[in-house]
């Protein structure tokens, strides 16, 4: 097969949208590879908080505007000294580097997988790059780089959701392998037939990728988000965010698409909508998701014409991809190390204002293609075939409808029934002291303690440093149990409970702020207890800082106070507090006594789970409980280690 710009085998030129087709579908698997290895990056990075914040914010900064130094070595190595701007040569060798250490970071381990994640992520930031200014520095290319980027969020999205979003590098094994080598060899192979393309110029505002990249990855691209954010099953909430991508990418290709009145409403409605997807709950986050997926199509389609070239030369192009990088990971930073270091605003202003930056790449007065929307040729009637390239989507979407359907109820643990199994553990939003997130280890060790509730804190719904994945919904999939889900941080960060039978009189406790830096809460429903009556079980998670003593122990009174006294009931989380600590005995007073300590369990040191070297968690009774046995776990599939105890009531 020739090259899509090369001539015919007769010697007449190619129609004017030979090639589109492809050129569409390479920026969309590039855009897919991309969200992958952002995702990826996350629980990459958090091996560095191990050694402090600003170590992680650093690593971060050098990794993604590292992408221009590897977009400028790419663009030298095929002669494209004079120019500057990307050949289908220049993309084909990024995507393949890219491929190579993708499927690399998914083999290796530990400090190597450090490593190699992070330069997948910065090769990927570059590629990204190249690939849509190839695209987009073409007659017409404007439209069909923001179409290839719209259809990549929508098939990342469909692909999270065929996985249980969890990706495939965290998977490993048979299926994480395959999908993987998938997704390289078909973008390779896209690069392959495009290596003939040449591009007459670079977009001005090659800079929109940036805050774009950073919205797709958090909200666009991520059904977990939608799912928390909105309170809907994450089936339903995804397969809206999917099909919203394929009405946009359907939209795009309306010729009259890019009016005025279109594209100023888009660059108005795109930071709205995200205000409103950020700072409100329910249907009305959902809405204003699908609202901002448009929008963000309509802007760039326009950010990205080249009526107007970029200034020539590699190391303009290098500073605009280190700029894409440095905007993507600004927005990332800022958001998620919040959390740690409070910007004194709710950070989700972070991403809005990323997402008006977006919105003034679409701002431009005349109607960006020749002179105006009545002058730009339609696209040629079988250009509507690019219609259907939604259709990966689409059938990964049904996948993930399948596998939803799949779950099996937990078995019945084969065991007294007038005993009861709590087990407690802080996840750490998934991620593994040895730089991995292990969902299936997680479920595993659950599942072999048969336990009939399960507290758990640290739980991820869609958080960039988990990897993106919705860890509630995926368990209590995997595990055949009930859920419940209480936010902390945010909608995506929070407890859990996972129960055998159905959670009952469920409440949300919020903590008082206290000291900070985070927003914490508690948990609480009632359960079938020993013999089928009633216990009550609360998931808590106290403020973390050394000097919080004060704001943990008013957490507890706020605790105290909310908690109803009706019965047996048990307490289970990440204290923060050492034993003869004033929480501890401020738990004392109030009656409740540790499983730990008065089922005479050894070794109790609960963190990090790698070296334990304090005690931090609790499982806590009261109410005519009693704990007849009580151990630690030995799994290290977070930075803290899982309690299990046997209650019996009194």
Known sequence: MPPASAPSPAGSPLPPDAGTATRVS????????????????????????????????????????????????????TGRRGSGTASGRTVLVAVTVLGASRLVTQVVHDGSRFVAGLLTASLAVAALVLATTLVAGRAGGGRQAALGLTLGTGLS????????????????GVLGSVVAVALVLVAVALAWVARGEQATGRPR?????????????????????????????????????????????????????????????????????????????????LVAILVAEAAAGVVLTVALKTRRPAPPGIPRTALATGGVGLGLVVVLLLYLLDYDVPLGVDNAWVVVLAAALLATGGLRWRTPASADAAREPAPPLRANALRFLV???????LVGWVSATLAAPAPAADRDPDSFVVLDWNLHYGVAAHTAVDLEQIARTIEAQGPDVVALQEV?????????????????????????????????????????????????????YG??????????????????????????HLQ???????TRLDQLAALEAALPDDGPSVLAGDLNAEPGSAEVGALADAGWVSAMDTAGAEDVLTHPSNEPAVRIDWVLGRGGVRFAEARVLADDSSDHLALVTEVRAG
């Not at 259709?391 to 979407?397: E, F, H, K, Q, R």
């Not at 000291?515 to 808590?540: E, F, I, N, Y």
């Open 205 to 285: 505002r090659t800079w929109v990728l940036g805050p774009a990249l950073a919205l797709v990855v958090m909200v666009l691209g991520n059904p977990a988000f939608a799912a928390a954010q909105s309170h809907l099953p994450l089936m339903a909430a995804g397969t809206a965010t999917v099909l919203a991508s394929a009405l946009t990418a359907w939209l795009l290709l309306v010729p009259r698409i890019m009016a005025r009145p279109v594209r100023w409403a888009a660059a108005v409605l795109l930071p709205v909508a995200t205000a409103v997807a950020f700072l409100s709950t329910g249907v009305a986050a």
């Open 157 to 172: 999205a469909a692909l999270q959701l065929a996985l249980g979003t969890w990706d495939p590098l965290w998977r490993g």
């Open 26 to 77: 390479l920026v969309a698997l590039v855009t897919v590879l991309a969200v992958d290895a952002v995702r990826a990056a996350g629980p990459v990075l958090d091996r560095a908080f191990a050694v402090s914040t600003v170590a992680v914010a650093g690593a971060a900064l050098v990794t993604f505007l590292g992408a221009g130094l590897l977009a400028a070595l790419a663009l030298v190595g």
């Open 544 to 550: 973390h800082r050394d000097e919080n003593v004060g």
């Open 460 to 512: 991820s719904r869609g958080w960039v440093l988990g990897g993106g994945a919705d860890m509630l919904t995926w368990l209590g999939h995997r595990l055949g149990m009930h859920v419940a889900f209480a936010p902390a941080a945010d909608q995506q960060f929070g407890n859990a409970l996972l129960s055998r039978t159905e959670l009952t009189d469920v409440e949300v406790v919020a903590l008082p």
């Open 391 to 397: 259709l990966p989507s689409v059938a990964l979407l």
């Open 515 to 540: 000291a900070g830096p985070q927003d914490r809460s508690a948990l609480t429903a009632r359960v079938a207890g020993p013999g089928g009556a009633p216990v009550r079980v609360t998931s808590v």
